[in-house]
C-alpha cells in the first residue's frame, strides 16, 4: 500500500533507542528486551501503575494495600530464624512520633544491611505495607538515607525524579531499577513528546474532549499533582483515554473502511422462493427455536440484498447453528447457486457432511464431501461434480481453500468455528465466487467489545436460547486419589446403558508421548478398570476410514466408552454419551473445555463433565477449571478467558490481521470502543471513504498504521 510522505511521523521518533540519553552499551540491550526499537516505541512504554509521593505519611497512617511512602528512626535491627521453615530473615524496627512498623528482608547481604541500617540512623522508606494478625509489616522497601538533622521534606525535593508527586511505575526487566527507569524517561518524554501528532479529527477531539496525543502522553508518563489518583490507578484517567481512543479510532476506522467495500461491491440479490425451506420445515423431526427462527430472518434480508453479506453467527455449544447453517444454505441453492462449507478438523466435516446430506437427499439434492484424505481418484470427482454444478452443497476441511477447486456458481460461502480460520482464509473462499454471501459460525462465544473488534467488519447475530429438552450439565473437579470417584461414576452410567468418552489432549511438542498415553490408558482401562465394557480408541494419527469405523461403532452403542484424543472437540453428536471425562484438564484452555463438555447433554438423561487435573498445575489453570465448575454460560466463560489470557491470547491477534494496541485494553476500555466505533463508523459515511480534502491526514494515518492489512482498493 503507498505511503505517502505526510504520514511519516517526525524523525525525532523513528530514532534509535540507542540514540537516547542515559541509554548506553549495557543499557541497551535491557530496553531491547522490553520490545522497545525506537523512540516512539519508548514514548508509547507507559506505567503499569503510580505511585503517591507527594507527601510523607506518619507511620500511625499508613494503610495495608497501598504503597507508602514514610520517614522513621531505626530503633532495632539483626537477623531471626521463621518458624515455619527455619530460613533467616533480617528484621528491622522503625519508628516515629506515631508509632513503630517491621521491616522484612528475606533475601539480602547481612554486612550491607547492618551498614545502611544502623541504630539510630534516620531513613525515608517506600513500600508496600502488609498485614499480619496484629502486626504491620513493609518487605524489602526501597531505603533513602537522611543526614542527622536534615529537614526530610528538603532532602526530598532535591530529587523530584522520585519524590514530591506523582510518580510512574514503569514495567521493567532484570537489571534495570525504577530509579534507572525515570531517569532515562523523564528527558526523553520531555524532549520527545511534542513530535507526536494528533491526526484525529479536529471536531472529534473536541467534542469528546480529549487531549492532543502529545500531552496524553507527558501527562500518562508525568502527571501533574492534580491528577485523580484513583482513576490513574483504574486507567481511566482523561490522558489515557485520549490515548486509548485515538487507537480504538484508526482501528474502527479500518474495520469501517472494510465494512464499506463489502457494500460497495455487487452481490447476489437472492430471492425467496421456499422451494426447499418450506418442504424442510414441514419434515424436520423439531420445531425452530424463536432464537433460531430471529437470526434466520435476519439472514435471509442480508441474502435478499444487492450487497454480499457478510455476518457472523454466535451460538453456544448445541443452540442449532447447523440447522440455521442448512436453511441459509436451501435459499442459495433453489436460487440456482453452490454452498460451500468449510470446517477446521476432519471429523467435524464429516459430521456436517452427514447431517446435511441426510436432508438434502430428502429433498432431491446433492451434496459432496471433499478432504485432503481422499485417494486422487475420489477427489478428482469430487472437483469434476463441483466444476459443472452437479453438486449443491460442498462440504470440506481447507481442502475446499485450495488452488484447483473450481465452482461452477458459488453463492454462499459458510465458515464453522471461525476461530481456527484467520481473515485470509474468509477471503480465499470469498474469490472462489463472483462476491457470494458469507456466513461466519462460532460456538466460542466472544464478549460483545471482542466481536466488535476481531468482526468489526461483520454484522453480528446471536442464537441466545436453547432448544427445549437440553439439561444443565454437572462439572465436576476431582484432585489425585478423587479419581476412583469419577470412574465410579462412568461405571455406574454405562451400566444403566449411557456411553461415555475420556479425552487426552494433544499438545504438538510432545505429540508422540500424548498419543502413546491415550493409548497405554485405553489399555489400561480395558484390563484393570472397565474389562467388562467395550472400549474405542480415537486419535488423529488414525486414517479417516478407521476414525469413521470408530465413531460409527460408537454412535450406534457397540463402544460403550471412547477414548479419544481432542479430535472430538467440536461437532461430534452422540445423545446416548452422558459422561465427559477430560485427563490434565489444565492443560486445555477455556473455550476448549466449554467446547468438550458440549459433547455430552445432548440427549433426555442427566450428563456429567469430569475434569482431571495433572499433580501440579499453574494458578490460571486452577481458576479455569473453577470457572467451568461454577458457569454453563458461554458467554461468562469467555470473559473469564480474556480475564485469565489477556486479549492477545484470546484473539490469536497475529492470525486475525488486526494491529497491535499499545495502550488500549480490550475489558477495561470497552466503554470508549463502542464511542469509537460509533465516530469512526459516521466519519467514513461523511467524508466518502476519506475521500474528501480534510480527510486525507485522517487517511494518511490510517495506511500507516494498518500499513498492507486494509485489502482495501478503496483506501489503497
Not at 461415555?500 to 499438545?507: F, M
Request: charged share 25%; glycine share 8%; aromatic share 6%.
Amino acid at each position: 500500500m503507498p505511503q505517502t510522505p505526510d504520514s511519516q511521523p517526525h524523525p525525532a521518533l523513528e530514532k534509535t533507542i540507542g540514540s537516547i540519553k542515559g541509554v548506553g552499551p549495557k543499557m541497551l540491550p535491557k530496553l531491547e528486551k522490553l520490545g522497545l526499537k525506537t523512540v516512539e516505541d519508548a514514548l508509547y512504554h507507559l506505567p503499569l501503575r503510580y505511585e503517591d509521593r507527594r507527601q510523607l505519611k506518619p507511620i500511625s497512617h499508613l494503610r495495608p494495600g497501598g504503597q507508602e511512602v514514610f520517614r522513621g528512626r531505626v530503633l532495632s535491627a539483626g537477623e531471626s530464624i521463621t518458624s515455619r521453615n527455619r530460613k533467616k530473615i533480617y528484621d528491622v524496627i522503625v519508628e516515629d512520633d506515631s508509632g513503630q512498623i517491621a521491616l522484612k528482608w528475606f533475601r539480602y547481604r547481612k554486612p550491607w544491611l547492618q551498614k545502611l541500617l544502623p541504630i539510630g540512623r534516620q531513613v525515608v522508606l517506600i513500600g508496600e505495607v502488609k498485614h499480619f494478625g496484629a502486626t504491620r509489616e513493609v518487605h524489602h522497601p526501597d531505603v533513602e538515607l537522611l543526614p542527622d538533622g536534615a529537614d526530610p521534606m528538603q532532602v526530598l525535593q532535591k530529587d523530584p525524579l522520585n519524590f514530591g508527586r506523582i510518580l510512574p511505575v514503569y514495567p521493567l526487566t532484570e537489571g534495570l531499577s525504577q530509579k534507572q527507569a525515570r531517569k532515562i524517561w523523564y528527558p526523553l518524554v520531555m524532549d520527545n513528546a511534542v513530535y507526536v501528532e494528533s491526526r484525529m479529527p479536529q471536531e472529534v477531539l473536541q467534542r469528546l474532549h480529549l487531549m492532543p496525543l502529545a500531552t496524553a502522553l507527558l501527562q500518562s508518563h508525568w502527571p501533574d499533582n492534580q491528577t485523580d489518583l484513583q482513576a490513574l490507578g483504574q486507567g481511566t484517567d482523561s490522558a489515557r483515554n485520549s490515548l486509548v481512543f485515538d487507537e480504538f479510532f484508526f482501528l474502527e476506522l479500518g474495520l469501517a473502511l472494510k465494512r464499506a467495500g463489502v457494500q460497495l461491491e455487487e452481490g447476489i440479490q437472492f430471492r425467496l422462493e421456499h422451494r426447499y425451506t418450506l418442504p424442510l420445515s414441514k419434515i424436520l423431526p423439531f420445531k425452530l427455536t424463536d432464537a433460531q427462527r430471529r437470526v434466520l430472518g435476519e439472514i435471509k434480508q442480508d441474502m435478499c440484498s444487492k450487497q454480499p453479506m457478510h455476518r457472523l453467527l454466535q451460538g453456544d455449544v448445541g443452540s442449532g447453528k447447523t440447522m440455521v447453517a442448512l436453511m441459509s444454505a436451501l435459499i442459495a441453492i433453489e436460487n440456482k447457486t453452490q454452498v460451500a462449507v468449510v470446517a477446521p478438523t476432519e471429523i467435524l466435516a464429516e459430521q456436517h457432511f452427514r447431517t446435511f446430506d441426510n436432508w438434502l437427499r430428502e429433498l432431491g439434492l446433492k451434496a459432496a464431501l471433499l478432504q485432503g484424505s481422499m485417494s486422487a481418484s475420489a477427489k478428482r470427482d469430487v472437483l469434476e461434480m463441483i466444476a459443472t454444478g452437479e453438486v449443491d452443497l460442498i462440504v470440506g476441511t481447507h481442502a475446499v481453500l485450495q488452488e484447483g477447486v473450481e465452482f461452477h456458481k458459488l453463492g454462499l460461502g459458510i465458515i464453522d468455528e471461525q476461530h481456527r480460520f484467520g481473515v485470509k482464509q474468509r477471503s480465499l473462499l470469498k474469490h472462489k465466487g463472483q462476491n457470494p454471501d458469507m456466513l461466519v459460525m462460532t460456538a466460542t462465544p466472544i464478549p460483545r467489545t471482542l466481536s466488535m473488534t476481531l468482526y468489526g467488519d461483520l454484522s453480528v447475530s446471536v442464537i441466545d436460547q436453547l432448544p427445549p429438552g437440553r439439561k444443565p450439565i454437572t462439572t465436576r473437579k476431582y484432585v489425585g486419589q478423587q479419581r476412583t470417584k469419577a470412574y465410579q461414576l462412568i461405571g455406574k452410567e454405562i451400566a444403566a446403558g449411557r456411553q461415555a468418552y475420556i479425552v487426552y489432549p494433544l499438545v504438538e511438542e510432545s505429540e508422540k508421548s500424548d498419543l502413546k498415553a491415550a493409548i497405554d490408558a485405553a489399555e489400561h482401562l480395558k484390563n484393570d478398570i472397565f474389562p467388562q465394557f467395550n472400549i474405542g480408541v480415537l486419535h488423529g494419527r488414525m486414517k479417516s476410514a478407521e476414525k469413521d469405523t470408530v465413531m460409527e461403532r460408537f454412535r450406534k452403542g457397540e463402544v460403550q466408552l471412547l477414548v479419544s484424543t481432542t479430535v472430538i472437540e467440536v461437532g461430534v453428536d452422540v445423545p446416548n454419551a452422558t459422561v465427559m471425562m477430560v485427563e490434565h484438564a489444565d492443560r486445555f484452555g477455556l473455550s476448549q473445555l466449554h467446547q468438550l463438555r458440549g459433547r455430552v447433554g445432548r440427549g433426555a438423561d442427566k450428563s456429567y463433565c469430569l475434569l482431571i487435573p495433572s499433580d501440579h498445575y499453574s494458578e490460571d489453570a486452577g481458576k479455569r477449571l473453577q470457572v467451568m465448575v461454577d458457569t454453563e454460560d458461554g458467554f461468562r466463560i469467555a470473559e473469564a478467558d480474556l480475564e485469565i489470557r489477556g486479549p492477545g491470547d484470546f484473539l490469536g491477534t497475529r492470525q486475525a490481521g488486526l494491529p497491535d494496541f499499545r495502550v488500549a485494553n480490550l475489558l477495561r476500555d470497552a466503554r470508549l470502543l463502542e464511542s469509537a466505533r460509533k465516530e469512526a463508523f459516521e466519519y467514513i459515511e461523511k467524508t466518502n471513504q476519506l475521500k474528501t480534502p480534510d480527510s486525507q491526514p485522517v487517511r494518511q494515518e490510517l495506511i500507516r498504521r494498518w500499513g498492507g492489512r486494509l485489502e482495501l482498493a478503496a483506501i489503497g
